[in-house]
């Protein structure tokens, strides 16, 4: 199943259209927002993020770098997460998306605490995704765990 999650994260699928960068960006994105929901940019949220993105997608540090600079400036002009969720839902299963609300709540936990803002905004991006409130928990102590 992890070869799975893999291939999802580095591959666009055709048929919907979105080009790999587009489903990367969305990623980043999704990243960002958590980062920046408490207020407070900590430095361990941007190297996780990095980490994140590098291992996931197979990306230099560079390369992954570079998508948070634009992922952060996506945010920045963004109205809504409808884009960003778009982006994922056509690329992925619900399995796959458990696994990035996973990575979402490893970042909210990146600076120790989980705070008030951070978990709304992870519900709000759950129910983007469709993912049940019992899946939600799943990936909440999939995180903790992982920590």
């Keep these: 199943m992890l070869a799975k999650i893999k291939n999802w994260l580095c591959i ?21 927002e958590v980062m920046q929901a408490d207020q407070n940019l900590h430095p361990e949220e941007q190297a996780l993020a990095i980490r994140v993105l590098q291992n996931r997608l197979a990306l230099t540090s560079q390369e992954a770098e570079e998508l948070v600079r634009d992922a952060k400036g996506k945010v920045d002009e963004a109205i809504d997460l409808y884009a960003f969720s778009k982006a994922i839902n056509n690329q992925t299963s619900s399995e796959e998306r458990i696994e990035i609300l996973t990575l979402l709540w490893q970042m909210a936990l990146a600076d120790g605490e989980i705070d008030s803002h951070e978990e709304h905004l992870i519900r709000r991006i759950a129910g983007l995704l469709y993912v049940t409130h019992e899946d939600f928990i799943v990936a909440k102590l999939r995180a903790k765990k992982r920590e």
């Design 12 to 32: 666009s699928d055709q048929s919907s259209g979105i080009p790999k960068h587009e489903f990367n960006l969305a990623l980043g994105a999704l990243l960002v």
